[in-house]
């Protein structure tokens, strides 16, 4: 993510997402955002490995989707298409308690307090950042809050959580070390205790969602954007932490999201600020870059973030991989077969704005086979550009209800599709930088340096 200063004066640090904004618009023919959504019949979903049955909207569309259970069922088929839309996007609010008033929220999203933001576009996320955080009973109270904005469906609540160089949570949490660090043990249980611990701290705050472990093999000491987030330089040692840190969020009850695919290792571009190529032929992505992704696939992993970067030997479109069906949809749904959330990298980042504007973005990136938007650089331009899509078939309505599904199936994995999670302040502090964290944290660093 890269650096900005909000209209509010907010800085908002990132380095692997981030926030825009703009006017909200209805498309013709549809129920403006915020105003009341009716329930909506059910919409019929392509049973897996089927195209769409005859008579709904839009294209064939494969599902790539296990079978959902019937509280997914349930909770999708009381949905207005309004609402599903809505379920895809994750934007930085602004403000340290849900009911904040903020210009900037209102200049951005058309609504001055988080809250108000939720409720207005039905959003399935929303992403913390450091200017969202002063102590950890404000937080609690704001993820808490947040929950109570969006009564229907509980809402994912993420940040990123990495240790070392990106730690949202920094000034709360305990200090444990980086990926390089913890690589540089090269015992994968360090890294599984680590993801624990780390993910233990999230949940007490309310945190269901951390944007961890990156898998990419940093191959290229120029790289400006990975070099010490990543374990290390070798794909088999990569791969078994990596594998070590997705367990470990599951042990903790926190979802985990891999990153950056196909692989962000082997460049000397950052995609904040410019478009990234990678020519690794095939062979090397084999064997250097989808190791690492592979082994997190096998561990469980909840999500997978796409890259911005432009990888000709898998895709010769000229298009980022966020925007690339062949890479999402073609190598990691079919050939690596995750059946996942699909996340992209933050969508205001200049290296998936080279060629498409903001709308466009959000929905080539829904037809590449994203499901989570996370950080349009212009909300309401996106929902308003995917709702279109979905209106006139472009994106078909199985398509969407196959992002909804994995979306719902997410939450109902860690706990949270029936009822949101409620922090407790004093849980939060028994729990954050508790001795045994601590006592980890230094044993870890001094093992790994």
């Given at each position: 993510m890269?650096?900005?200063?909000?209209m509010?004066?907010?800085?908002?640090?990132a380095?692997?997402?981030?926030?825009?904004?703009g006017?909200a618009?209805?498309?013709?023919?549809?129920?403006?955002?915020?105003?009341?959504?009716?329930?909506?019949?059910?919409?019929a979903?392509?049973?897996?490995g089927?195209?769409?049955?005859?008579?709904?909207t839009?294209?064939?569309?494969?599902s790539?989707?296990?079978?959902?259970?019937?509280?997914?069922?349930?909770?999708?088929?009381r949905?207005?298409?309004?609402e599903?839309?809505?379920?895809?996007?994750?934007?930085?609010?602004?403000?340290?308690?849900?009911?904040?008033?903020?210009?900037?929220?209102?200049?951005?999203?058309?609504?001055q307090?988080?809250?108000?933001v939720?409720?207005?576009?039905?959003?399935?996320?929303?992403?913390?950042f450091?200017?969202?955080?002063?102590?950890?009973?404000?937080?609690?109270?704001?993820?808490?809050?947040?929950?109570a904005?969006?009564?229907?469906?509980?809402?994912?609540?993420?940040?990123?959580?990495e240790?070392?160089?990106?730690s949202?949570?920094?000034?709360?949490?305990?200090?444990?070390?980086?990926a390089?660090?913890?690589?540089a043990?090269?015992?994968?249980?360090?890294?599984?205790?680590?993801?624990?611990?780390?993910?233990?701290?999230l949940?007490?705050?309310?945190?269901?969602?951390?944007f961890?472990?990156?898998?990419?093999?940093?191959?290229?000491?120029?790289?400006p954007?990975?070099g010490?987030?990543?374990?290390?330089?070798?794909?088999?040692?990569?791969?078994?932490?990596?594998?070590?840190?997705?367990k470990?969020?599951?042990?903790?009850?926190?979802?985990?999201?891999?990153?950056?695919?196909?692989?962000?290792?082997?460049?000397?571009?950052?995609?904040?600020?410019?478009?990234?190529?990678?020519k690794?032929?095939?062979?090397?992505?084999?064997?250097?870059?989808?190791?690492?992704?592979?082994?997190?696939i096998?561990?469980?992993?909840?999500?997978?973030m796409?890259?911005?970067?432009?990888?000709?030997?898998?895709?010769?479109?000229g298009?980022?991989?966020?925007?690339s069906k062949?890479?999402?949809?073609?190598?990691?749904?079919?050939?690596?077969?995750?059946?996942?959330?699909?996340s992209?990298?933050?969508?205001?980042?200049?290296g998936?704005?080279?060629?498409?504007?903001?709308?466009?973005v959000?929905?080539?990136?829904?037809?590449?086979?994203?499901?989570?938007?996370?950080m349009p650089?212009?909300?309401?331009?996106a929902?308003?550009?995917?709702?279109?899509?979905?209106?006139?078939?472009?994106?078909s309505?199985?398509r969407?209800?196959?992002?909804?599904?994995?979306?719902?199936?997410?939450?109902?994995?860690?706990?949270?599709?029936?009822?949101?999670?409620?922090?407790?302040?004093?849980?939060?502090?028994?729990?954050?930088?508790?001795a045994?964290h601590?006592?980890?944290?230094?044993?870890?660093?001094?093992e790994?340096?």
């Amino acid at each position: 993510m890269s650096g900005r200063i909000g209209m509010a004066g907010l800085l908002v640090f990132a380095l692997t997402a981030c926030g825009g904004g703009g006017t909200a618009g209805a498309t013709p023919g549809t129920r403006a955002p915020g105003t009341p959504a009716a329930p909506a019949a059910p919409t019929a979903t392509a049973p897996e490995g089927q195209d769409t049955p005859a008579g709904t909207t839009g294209t064939a569309v494969p599902s790539r989707v296990p079978a959902a259970s019937g509280d997914v069922r349930r909770v999708l088929a009381r949905m207005s298409v309004e609402e599903k839309v809505g379920q895809l996007f994750m934007p930085v609010l602004y403000g340290t308690a849900a009911g904040s008033v903020s210009g900037e929220n209102q200049a951005r999203y058309g609504a001055q307090t988080p809250a108000k933001v939720v409720a207005k576009y039905h959003l399935g996320g929303v992403i913390l950042f450091p200017a969202n955080i002063k102590s950890v009973s404000q937080v609690v109270a704001l993820t808490n809050g947040l929950q109570a904005a969006s009564p229907r469906v509980p809402l994912i609540i993420g940040t990123d959580q990495e240790n070392g160089l990106v730690s949202r949570m920094g000034a709360l949490m305990t200090k444990f070390p980086g990926a390089s660090t913890v690589g540089a043990t090269r015992d994968p249980a360090r890294s599984r205790a680590v993801a624990k611990a780390t993910g233990e701290e999230l949940r007490a705050v309310g945190v269901n969602l951390d944007f961890a472990p990156v898998a990419d093999v940093n191959v290229n000491p120029n790289n400006p954007v990975i070099g010490r987030r990543a374990y290390g330089d070798d794909p088999a040692k990569v791969a078994a932490m990596v594998s070590g840190a997705v367990k470990g969020f599951g042990d903790a009850g926190v979802a985990s999201s891999a990153k950056h695919f196909p692989g962000h290792g082997d460049t000397d571009v950052d995609s904040h600020t410019g478009l990234p190529v990678i020519k690794h032929t095939r062979a090397q992505w084999e064997r250097i870059d989808a190791p690492p992704f592979k082994a997190a696939i096998a561990a469980g992993v909840d999500a997978v973030m796409s890259a911005h970067i432009v990888f000709p030997k898998l895709d010769s479109s000229g298009d980022p991989a966020t925007l690339s069906k062949p890479i999402l949809t073609g190598l990691l749904r079919e050939k690596l077969g995750f059946k996942g959330v699909v996340s992209t990298d933050a969508l205001n980042m200049e290296g998936v704005r080279k060629k498409y504007g903001d709308g466009e973005v959000a929905v080539r990136a829904v037809l590449a086979g994203a499901d989570l938007l996370l950080m349009p650089n212009d909300l309401p331009k996106a929902y308003t550009a995917v709702m279109s899509a979905v209106k006139s078939g472009r994106i078909s309505r199985a398509r969407l209800d196959q992002s909804v599904t994995r979306l719902l199936t997410l939450r109902q994995k860690r706990g949270f599709l029936r009822e949101a999670p409620r922090a407790s302040a004093a849980e939060a502090a028994r729990v954050l930088r508790s001795a045994e964290h601590r006592g980890l944290a230094a044993r870890v660093t001094r093992e790994g340096s």
